[in-house]
């Protein structure tokens, strides 16, 4: 089975440009998360979809950020325009409904390194 | 709002000697505490967790944490070290959302432990 997966796997851009990074979780999960990781930091929630819709989008910290989930499986996160306390790595987790209720184990990708210049 | 503080972001030990990741959470309802670890160039993997089952959790790779309520802790540790263990080591905390959706994982700093031979 594979597991989540995230593209691309490194970004570089200049402040004021776009970028969009993807999702890819666990076939199967409905719940899909994002986290972000900015240097020094700890980890930190951004939001959580549960198939196609925003369960909870508290830790998004401003309008440049625009997070899809169409069709309620693969997702992506947009930053528009980027700026350079935007750097850092960005974590997709996905975990499973099973029988009406979620399983408690998110399973994560392995980043999107973003850098702002 | 929970909380979690990792005591110590860099800890070194010997190949063969004891490791102690220390973990304190905050917590107004029970919580689901996890920890998890990243390697190298890879995503973060799930450890161990407690779910309200026994307080003493045993993991992947000869880990082991014990849920101590009184302490608020949640201590990760492994008998021998190896120095295929060098890594960062995440400690997490959810507390359960309502419905179907267990809700955003809360992080620590992080703790990167190094074997040395």
């Known amino acids: 089975e594979a597991g989540v997966t995230q593209f691309p796997s490194h970004s570089v851009i200049e402040k004021g440009q776009t970028v969009t990074l993807r999702c890819d979780p666990i076939?199967?999960?409905?719940?899909l998360y994002w986290y972000r990781r900015v240097m020094g930091k700890e980890i930190k929630f951004l939001l959580h979809f549960v198939k196609e819709s925003k369960q909870d989008e508290s830790g998004m910290p401003n309008n440049r950020f625009l997070a899809e989930r169409t069709g309620g499986t693969y997702s992506t996160l947009k930053v528009q325009p980027a700026e350079l306390e935007d750097s850092g790595v960005y974590f997709c987790?996905?975990?499973?409904?099973?029988?009406?209720?979620?399983?408690?184990?998110?399973?994560f990708g392995p980043g999107t390194r973003l850098t702002v210049l | 709002a929970q909380s979690v503080t990792q005591l110590g972001s860099h800890v070194s030990v010997s190949e063969g000697a004891l490791v102690l990741l220390r973990c304190n959470y905050s917590?107004?309802?029970?919580?689901?505490l996890f920890w998890y670890v990243q390697y190298p160039n890879q995503g973060l993997q799930l450890l161990l967790k407690y779910t309200s089952a026994a307080t003493l959790v045993k993991g992947i790779n000869g880990f082991e944490a014990e849920f101590k309520k009184s302490e608020t802790s949640f201590h990760l540790t492994k008998p021998s070290a190896h120095m295929r263990d060098a890594a960062e080591y995440f400690c997490?905390?959810?507390?359960?959302?309502?419905?179907?959706?267990?809700?955003?994982?809360?992080f620590g700093q992080g703790t990167i432990l190094t074997v040395h031979p």
């Open positions: 987790a996905s975990s499973q409904v099973r029988g009406g209720q979620s399983t408690d184990t998110q399973y």
């Open positions: 917590s107004s309802v029970p919580p689901y």
């Open positions: 076939s199967g999960h409905d719940n």
């Open positions: 997490a905390v959810r507390v359960y959302a309502g419905g179907t959706s267990y809700g955003k994982l809360t």
